[in-house]
């Protein structure tokens, strides 16, 4: 049975920790505010730019680019998104596992013909372990997104898509939905995939920070409501005018829809993180205040025993005189 003192230090130290994780708690809900934010300035012309060219391209059969043709898979580039640090539940740890499915799906091509631009330290920790060639060093991005890097990556990758140098352009990343709710996402990036136009998930919580049951029952509560209205905005007309060319829309869409792409998976890993790591400090907090609680018990029923145990030493010295 350990003393009152003993416990009375564990209990300073819980509380301590306690005001840890509520603090990080706080930060990191203020971080996702702002983030989602970010994401839903930007979410509403990336989307339509996506629409736009996929039905353009699905729709007009003179319409080719060398970025939506298939081809023999020699060279794989993945772009991997996590983050600098920890403390974020299973965020980082899954990212990895993917990625190593990923490499192990690739595994008959070569390390040496795999290529992976790493979004964050946890990500280019991996990469040196498992050997992989590195892009280099974007840890950066992952705590300041920044959309001319963006640009950067996204045209660098359509150059070697384009000359040969590789043959496919995966992202791996966390696509979020709620504050309660991160999918882990793998997603092809080049070449174009057309049919994704149809099983995007445009479903999204942007208005709140809260984790609670009601709001990652959000999505479900409101679904009928989407599909309404999804079932009343008209389609584009199919029948497009393209001015000046087709060669001249394309070269300047595709470009921007890739790096816009490249964006958004950035801003939705960063708004994942910023919720991961504001679930698991919430749960650190609620179990910080369980473990005082025992604590706090135990503690009394301690010093009620020891009082107990003095009163007898008393009494019984009392009968005894």
Not at 76 to 88: D, E, K, Q, T, W
Not at 106 to 112: A, I, R
Not at 227 to 237: A, Y
Request: with cysteine; glycine share 4%; charged share 25%.
């Amino acid at each position: 049975m350990p003393s009152l003192k003993e416990i009375k230090n564990r209990i300073a130290s819980v509380n301590s920790t306690r005001k840890i994780t509520s603090a990080m708690k706080m930060v990191a809900s203020s971080k996702l505010h702002h983030a989602q934010m970010m994401i839903e300035n930007m979410l509403p012309y990336e989307t339509m730019l996506e629409h736009i060219l996929k039905a353009f391209l699905a729709a007009e059969a003179d319409a080719q680019s060398v970025y939506d043709q298939e081809r023999p898979v020699k060279n794989v580039a993945l772009v991997v998104f996590a983050s600098n640090s920890s403390l974020c539940g299973g965020f980082n740890a899954n990212v990895l596992k993917m990625m190593q499915q990923v490499v192990d799906g690739y595994s008959h091509l070569g390390k040496e013909h795999i290529l992976v631009y790493p979004i964050g330290r946890k990500v280019s920790e991996r990469v040196g372990k498992m050997g992989l060639r590195s892009a280099g060093n974007f840890m950066e991005l992952a705590d300041k997104p920044n959309v001319n890097q963006c640009i950067d990556i996204a045209m660098e990758l359509g150059e070697k898509f384009r000359s040969g140098e590789v043959d496919k352009v995966e992202l791996i990343y966390h696509h979020f939905k709620s504050a309660g709710s991160q999918v882990l996402t793998r997603k092809t990036f080049l070449p174009i995939d057309i049919s994704t136009e149809l099983e995007r998930d445009h479903e999204r919580d942007l208005t709140s920070t809260i984790v609670t049951k009601e709001a990652q029952d959000y999505l479900k509560k409101h679904k009928k409501e989407v599909r309404h209205e999804q079932e009343e905005v008209k389609p584009l007309n199919d029948n497009f005018i393209v001015e000046p060319d087709m060669e001249s829309v394309l070269r300047v869409l595709i470009p921007k829809l890739a790096h816009l792409m490249l964006y958004t998976a950035l801003l939705d890993s960063n708004a994942s993180e910023h919720a991961a790591r504001m679930v698991a400090m919430q749960t650190a907090t609620d179990n910080a205040d369980e473990l005082l609680r025992e604590l706090n018990l135990q503690y009394n029923k301690s010093r009620q025993q020891a009082i107990t145990n003095e009163l007898l030493d008393i009494v019984g010295g009392s009968v005894n005189n």
